[in-house]
Structures are given as C-alpha cells and as structure tokens.
C-alpha cells in the first residue's frame, strides 16, 4: 500500500452531498459522512460536525493507541498476553464463547485480529488495558490534532449503560438476556438515552482526521500501519455496509460498529485506478430495518465510489 503525504481538503461541490442525503431518505434516522480521496484531497462532508455514538467503530482509536505503543517499543505484536478470566465479554463468535475456561493467552496481533475482524469484545478490552486506558485512548487523539473524539468506556462498560444493567460481571449480559428474552430485540432498537450520552461518540470530520493521521503515517510507523490497514481489510462483520453495492473484489478496509439504533462502518476504499479514499459513515437513532441501515451505508460508500473514480 502506497502510504500518502498530508493533502490539504479541497471541498467538493454541494452535488455530491445532496445525491446522498436523497438516496438515504427514509432508510435511517440520522447520517454522518465525512470521506476525502487520499492523493487529491477532494473532501465531502454530510453533517460532519454532528456527534455520533461510535459503538465498535471506537476500536480503531484504542488500536492506533496500542500500535504507537508498539512503535516506542512498548509493546511487541509477538508478545504473550493473558487474556483473565473475568475480562471476558459474551457474544457471537467471540473469545468468551471458543475459549470458555480460564488459561488462555494471545499474542498481541491476535488480540488485534479479531478485535477488528470480529469485533471481539473480550479482545478490545484487554487491548485498552495495554493501550494504557480509555483516557490515555483520548489524550493521542489529542496528540494528533484529534478534537471531538472521545473514548471513555470498556465495551463491556458500554453493554452495561446500553441495557442498563448496574452489574459489571462478565455473565450479566448473558443472564440479563435469559432472564429478559425481549432485551434480544431491543439490541437493534434505537435507544435515545443511550445516544444522548456525549461518551464514546465522535464526529465523522473528527473520525477522517483519524483515518487521515493513520494512513499518511502521522499516527503509527510505516510498518505499524501496513499491519492494522492488512487486519482492517480482512474484516467480516457488515458485509452489507461499505463492500455491500461495490464491484466485486473491491479492496476495502473497514472497521463497523453496531448498538441499537447505531450503525456505522469506517475505513478505505480502493479505486479501479489504484487510488484510495477514507470514509466514515455514522448513522444514528435509526428506527428502520437492520436491512435498510446497511442499505444506506452501502448507497454511501457506492455512490462516493462512483464520484471519485470519475474525478480522474
């Protein structure tokens, strides 16, 4: 992957920004795009200074922590981690379901691994341990020029406050869900208090600068950013978002997020000419089917896709 120098945004015509908020009428409730072609800095920007809950999307930010960490010689993506039982996080999929008894330990890139490609939740948390805490997350944002962008919880913290569950062990999800079967439905309900918490959201402008600081090498070292952008492009969760209407075999590294209301997906998007550009779609507070929300990240990505490829 070609790594880019720091190109100033050139605003693109309104036209852009207006085809998309028509042909995503209806299918969400609100959207955020924020998208800039790497070489050219052709920007476009929909409700880009609105805030966001991020939901997984967030764990892009505690990766670039941990990989700035790598890059000091902090941390070794070869080195052994334990992965302590009471870190663990339920879910689909998940290290809290393959490896259920205690004694488990990764290397650090296979924490990395499905933190990203399977928004493994267990994963993340111990990775913001290493990544030394949600706090130090937020302060190398600010330490790359990052503003309205915010990390404050662990996921399993974010479970917690989105179900409204006081306890904090890992089973109370799993025996709050088998207590209360219609918490199963409600995770793709919107929930407006949970949004209306300023925790853990961001801008999709603010979102891009990261995307930005990562790929122009502002963030992470060649080699630390060759390694997250190969684990983003082997993502398997949203098939339906970014890739969803674009040509087969399209290179496209991502990152998604999902709670309730909240569904987003992050990332670059590789042109037919070689060229690339970062894009971040947020929608919130969305009352419509699971379906139509990918939809329209989907219609996102494909018509920015068709807007860039046709500037060359």
Do not use: W
């Not at 790359?144 to 999800?173: K, W």
């Not at 709670?259 to 990332?267: F, L, M, P, Y």
């Not at 139509?292 to 018509?303: G, S």
């Amino acid at each position: 992957m070609k790594q880019h120098n720091t190109t100033q945004p050139v605003l693109a015509d309104k036209s852009i920004a207006q085809k998309i908020e028509k042909i995503t009428q209806g299918l969400v409730g609100r959207l955020g795009v924020a998208a800039q072609e790497l070489s050219s800095g052709l920007n476009v920007s929909i409700n880009g200074d609105e805030t966001f809950a991020m939901a997984s999307a967030y764990k892009i930010a505690i990766a670039t922590k941990v990989m700035d960490r790598v890059d000091k010689g902090e941390l070794s993506l070869d080195q052994m981690v334990d992965v302590p039982h009471d870190m663990y996080v339920a879910g689909e999929v998940a290290i809290a379901e393959r490896f259920p008894y205690p004694g488990v330990q990764f290397s650090l890139a296979n924490l990395i691994y499905p933190m990203i490609t399977e928004s493994d939740n267990t994963a993340t948390d111990v990775c913001m341990g290493l990544a030394g805490g949600a706090a130090a997350v937020t302060e190398n944002l600010r330490r790359l020029g990052i503003n309205d962008f915010r990390v404050d919880r662990l996921t399993r913290e974010i479970l917690m406050d989105f179900y409204g569950l006081p306890a904090t062990s890992p089973e109370a999800i799993a025996e709050a869900i088998s207590k209360n079967p219609a918490l199963v439905p409600a995770q793709v309900d919107p929930n407006p208090d949970f949004e209306a918490d300023p925790r853990d959201h961001t801008t999709p402008n603010a979102y891009l600068k990261l995307l930005l600081a990562i790929d122009s090498g502002t963030a992470m070292s060649s080699e630390s950013r060759e390694f997250l952008l190969g684990v983003m492009s082997r993502t398997r969760t949203g098939a339906g978002r970014l890739r969803g209407m674009l040509p087969k075999g399209t290179p496209v590294a991502h990152k998604t997020g999902t709670t309730g209301g909240v569904a987003n997906d992050v990332g670059y998007i590789t042109l037919p000419d070689g060229r690339r550009f970062a894009i971040a779609v947020f929608t919130n507070s969305s009352k419509t089917p699971a379906s139509d929300r990918e939809r329209a990240i989907a219609e996102v990505a494909r018509a920015l896709y068709d807007f860039y490829y046709f500037q060359s």
